[in-house]
């Protein structure tokens, strides 16, 4: 599990690209201080492995399902990535919950400066925009980040400079395809709420009018 809380901004040195996969070697600074083979990264918000660790960076495997699902197909030599390690059990908890498993890619639409911040304008796909709702939370790129507004087949984010500085966001332009990831919450409540037919044993109690009453 990742908060979206991206560590730093590494650099992809190796591209291996096998008939319907790839092995990525990426150059990494602060996320190898405890990094171990094994141990889960999210490039770009996508939940990888490393198979391999050097004096400069590690490689993962990247299958043909997440190529076909995220935007990592993109990636060659010299392109920038958000990088994040699994979160510590004593860590903050400085975003949201984040599983690293992208739901869709989205396209930049617009970018505008809005005095200090920096409003990007996101379509996305259905599937996607389902769960997404204004004042919610979503990872664009792995980020965590709010949105400020929703319209029928886009959303908008407000950030500030910092994270525009330190993430992938900041060098992003108009056109560009991030991969997204809408709040895990939303998605299990739907399912909870419509379970499927080879699954519905019994009517299920919770309801609307249940999560309404009880806060939610």
């Known amino acids: 599990m990742f908060t979206g809380i991206i560590e730093e901004l590494g650099t992809v040195e190796r591209v291996t690209r096998g008939r319907v996969s790839a092995i990525l070697a990426i150059r990494a600074e602060a996320i190898l201080s405890d990094l171990k083979i094994g141990d889960s990264v999210a490039v770009n918000g996508v939940c990888l492995t490393a198979t391999s660790l050097t004096g400069r960076g590690f490689t993962a495997d990247v299958m043909h399902e997440t190529l076909d699902r995220s935007s990592l197909a993109g990636l060659g030599p010299g392109s920038p990535v958000n990088l994040e390690r699994a979160m510590a059990a004593d860590g903050r908890f400085g975003g949201h919950i984040v599983a690293g498993h992208v739901d869709g890619v989205g396209t930049i639409a617009a970018i505008e400066q809005d005095d200090n911040a920096i409003w990007f304008t996101i379509t996305a796909p259905e599937q996607v925009l389902r769960y997404v709702v204004e004042k919610g939370s ?45 709040d895990i919450i939303g998605k299990y409540v739907e399912r909870l709420l419509r379970p499927t037919p080879e699954l519905k044993t019994k009517e299920s109690k919770l309801t609307m009018e249940f999560l309404s009453k009880h806060g939610f």
């Not at 507004?149 to 910092?162: C, K, L, Q």
């Open 138 to 182: 979503i990872a664009i790129d792995g980020i965590s980040l709010t949105v400020a507004r929703v319209e029928p087949d886009r959303f908008a984010v407000s950030v500030i400079p910092h994270t525009a500085a330190v993430t992938l966001l900041g060098r992003r332009r108009t056109g560009d395809r991030v991969n997204l990831e809408s």
